[in-house]
């Protein structure tokens, strides 16, 4: 086949996901992680749900729903129980049960991601680490029942997790537990035939990756130094988490899958 001819991974799709259903957590706009593996999902057979937290992001989570021909959204603030049982409540009525989930969740104050880590006050970090890590931990306690067999949770981490990263701080911290907690959730849910695994994307120009100080210069540098040269896209991410959520992992599970273009194997580059 032609190179100028062949089809872009947003646009070749095969069924791989027909007739499975599942819930998005974590889209914030079209520049999103999780929205690059939903548009993949979908365009791949998948039917599904999303969440968004307040007003504004409901604004922007609707487009992209209807975008996958979707009308099935939730609001849900993963800092309280009983809004994220709502959510579940809501998928039983409509759907009855579900076949996987994205959690794409994470927040820190952006003012404390600069300067020292040793600087980080008691309530940012209870805070970071409750929602970019303990919400997996109880969104995927109380989805469980709901989960069909061969099911899938995909969660989303970064390198900082192993690594001192620029400008990241407390957000590695919660990275690491959030990591630890996929491979401890992947022993719970094993039994029940459910696989969980996190995708660590490389530095990317997203919503939250424009909020790390200093983001321009370490995104230049990822891609000078990857041994794939280039711009990390959304499809990278988004063909990766097909496959996680897809039957063609049914024998993974626990596992941190780097999508980076390599970068996270470079401890030092050449020398010029």
């Given at each position: 086949m032609n190179k100028n001819t062949e089809e872009s991974p947003s646009n070749f799709a095969i069924p791989l996901?027909?007739?499975?259903?599942?819930?998005?957590?974590?889209?914030?706009?079209?520049?999103?992680l999780a929205w690059g593996i939903a548009n993949l999902l979908h365009k791949n057979g998948a039917k599904l749900a999303y969440t968004y937290q307040g007003e504004s992001f409901k604004k922007r989570v609707e487009p992209l729903a209807k975008k996958t021909d979707s009308d099935l959204i939730f609001n849900c603030d993963v800092t309280n129980t009983n809004e994220i049982e709502d959510?579940?409540?809501?998928?039983?009525?409509?759907?009855?049960?579900l076949d996987f989930i994205v959690h794409g969740i994470a927040y820190s104050d952006r003012n404390e991601l600069s300067?020292?880590?040793?600087?980080?006050?008691?309530?940012?970090?209870?805070?970071?680490?409750?929602i970019s890590c303990y919400s997996l931990t109880e969104i995927t306690r109380i989805a469980e029942p709901y989960i069909n067999k061969g099911g899938s949770i995909l969660t989303l981490s970064f390198g900082g997790s192993v690594k001192v990263m620029p400008n990241y701080n407390v957000m590695g911290v919660a990275k690491a537990a959030l990591e630890s907690s996929v491979r401890y959730l992947s022993s719970d849910l094993g039994k029940n035939g459910i696989r969980i695994n996190a995708i660590s994307a490389g530095p990317m120009?997203?919503?939250?990756?424009?909020g790390v100080g200093g983001a321009r210069d370490i995104f230049n540098y990822a891609e000078k130094f990857s041994p794939l040269n280039g711009k990390l896209s959304l499809d990278n991410i988004g063909t990766a988490g097909l496959y996680l959520l897809s039957d063609l992992s049914l024998g993974v599970t626990g596992e941190i899958h780097y999508v980076d273009l390599g970068y996270n194997t470079i401890g030092m580059p050449k020398p010029e």
């Open positions: 996901m027909k007739n499975k259903k599942g819930l998005i957590m974590g889209v914030a706009n079209d520049h999103s959510v579940f409540a809501g998928i039983k009525k409509n759907w009855g049960d300067g020292r880590y040793v600087d980080t006050t008691k309530k940012n970090f209870i805070k970071t680490l409750e120009r997203t919503l939250s990756g424009a």
